[in-house]
């Protein structure tokens, strides 16, 4: 079986190429998302560069293709998820993980892949209500957009405190009813910053990680009960419901598609 080519990854990396800076770690959700091609040599085994006497390099390509053009001395590419490439980290001891896009790349440390294994998404961060006038503007943006995109049914609106770090941006949690890499909640996040949020280098890095409903339903219902400002959109009935601390409950959207009325004095952030 051939797996599909990491869309995500690639596009992150692409626009990291063009100037456009995605948050590192999402980055590392698409990585753990769709996974990469680790090329390997005739007997199966996995190809490390340079050569034996320096800190061996392993490479992971986005596409099986790229992959075999970029690296013509391998036998193959193999796909590997998360749990594959920490078993690779475990018994290599592998110091550095290069990535490769189309256009653009991206290096990873050797205690960062650890980390990131070994927790799992959204482990080493922590998650808060934000006012910021560009989290408003998101959210805002959502309730006009959401009906779009019939696969998704939640987006959470985040403030996001990177523990290692301390570094923190915004995140928007997708909830979908497709397989990840999810095509939906990657043309959401661009309608969203192409057309109605226009960020600019004073405001926060936006970030979004898709989530399953099924699969990653445990995570879901935790943000659930984190206070977030939160959108939801029932396709049955065309309701879009959102959720937050500004409003004193839950309001819903009208199914004929119209936008909900706007409070008095409330300015639309950056739109297009």
Wanted: proline share 7%.
């Amino acid at each position: 079986m051939i797996e599909k080519p990491n869309v995500r990854l690639a596009d992150l990396l692409d626009r990291r190429a063009e100037g456009h800076e995605p948050a590192p770690q999402a980055v590392l959700a698409a990585l753990s998302e769709g996974g990469v091609f680790v090329p390997v040599t005739r007997t199966g085994a996995v190809l490390f560069l340079p050569d034996d006497e320096q800190p061996p390099t392993l490479l992971g390509f986005t596409d099986a293709a790229l992959g075999t053009r970029l690296l013509p001395a391998a036998a193959g590419m193999v796909h590997c998820d998360l749990a594959r490439l920490r078993d690779i980290l475990e018994k290599t001891g592998v110091a550095v993980l290069g990535v490769r896009s189309g256009n653009g790349q991206a290096i990873f440390p050797e205690q960062v892949l650890r980390d990131w294994a070994a927790r799992g998404p959204g482990a080493e961060m922590t998650l808060s209500w934000s006012t910021d006038p560009v989290a408003v503007a998101l959210r805002d943006a959502l309730v006009r957009r959401i009906r779009e995109f019939p696969a998704v049914r939640s987006v959470w609106v985040a403030q996001v405190r990177w523990q290692a770090g301390g570094e923190e941006h915004l995140m928007l949690h997708v909830a979908v009813d497709e397989e990840l890499p999810s095509a939906s909640a990657d043309r959401l996040m661009q309608t969203l910053l192409r057309e109605e949020v226009q960020l600019g280098s004073h405001h926060p890095k936006v970030g979004m990680i898709a989530l399953n409903t099924t699969t990653h339903a445990e995570s879901i219902a935790r943000l659930d009960g984190a206070g977030l400002d939160t959108v939801r959109h029932d396709v049955g009935s065309g309701q879009v419901r959102v959720v937050s601390r500004e409003y004193d409950g839950p309001k819903a959207a009208p199914a004929d598609g119209t936008d909900p009325p706007r409070r008095a004095g409330r300015r639309w952030f950056g739109r297009s």
